[in-house]
């Protein structure tokens, strides 16, 4: 059974870089059939896209996002990365890592991770 | 690209049926069969109910339901029961500059 689980800092400050880490249990990353995304979700309000990647490098962003965002995988590890930079209080969100559907068809989200949060305040 | 539209809540008893609309456009819901939904309880992660407008994961009730009519995509939920409570998102692929965008959520409350 494929399980997903984010980890990271829960508290960032103001200006510095967020960073967490989806580690994936019961699959592989590297998979070439699926794609891994990331959803954030600030608190009280709806979920937001932020970024989707293949293991080979295919990445497709935010562009709300995209200048701050780095997403990267490490199949030693079967984890996949969420760098963001300069972050502020409108960062503030649980985030969800999830695979992101199949090569070809990247329609939906299954399963979540059980997200975490974080707050960016100094 | 703004999010998709939903209504912010819908009500119903229980054993009544309900539907949740998601209005795009033809960038978006209108134009591909790629609307998916996610059923989402308080302090927990989402979870697909249906994707590509009408499929049903193995697993998910058959009281959830998925369809499209032009711009707008629907789920319904039949036989109404208390733990049908939730949030519930719709998500589409988009050809604007934002590939892929949520819906803006709507709150089920069973009466």
């Known amino acids: 059974q494929l399980q997903l689980q984010e980890s990271g800092p829960g508290l960032v400050k103001p200006s510095e870089t967020l960073s967490l880490t989806c580690t994936v249990s019961g699959g592989s990353i590297s998979s070439s059939t699926y794609y891994w995304g990331w959803i954030r979700q600030p608190p009280g309000k709806g979920l937001e896209w932020i970024g989707t990647m293949h293991y080979s490098g295919s990445t497709f962003y935010n562009p709300s996002l995209k200048s701050r965002l780095i997403i990267s995988t490490d199949t030693s590890r079967n984890q996949l990365s969420l760098q963001l930079r300069s972050v502020t209080a409108a960062d503030t969100a649980v985030y969800y890592c999830?695979?992101?559907?199949?090569?070809?068809?990247?329609?939906?989200?299954?399963?979540w991770g059980q997200g975490t949060l974080v707050t960016v305040s100094s | 690209q703004s999010a998709l539209t939903q209504p912010a809540s819908v009500s119903g008893s229980p054993g009544q049926s309900i539907t949740i609309s998601c209005t795009g456009t033809t960038s978006d819901v209108g134009g591909y069969n790629y609307v998916s939904w996610y059923q989402q309880h308080p302090g927990k992660a989402p979870k697909l109910m249906i994707y590509e407008v009408s499929n049903r994961p193995s697993g998910v009730s058959n009281r959830f339901s998925g369809s499209k009519s032009g711009n707008t995509a629907s789920l319904t939920i039949s036989g109404l029961q208390a733990e049908d409570e939730a949030d519930y998102y719709c998500?589409?692929?988009?050809?604007?500059?934002?590939?892929?965008?949520f819906g803006t959520g709507t709150k089920v409350t069973v009466l």
């Open positions: 998500f589409s692929y988009t050809s604007s500059n934002t590939p892929y965008v």
């Open positions: 999830a695979r992101h559907g199949v090569v070809g068809a990247l329609t939906w989200f299954d399963p």
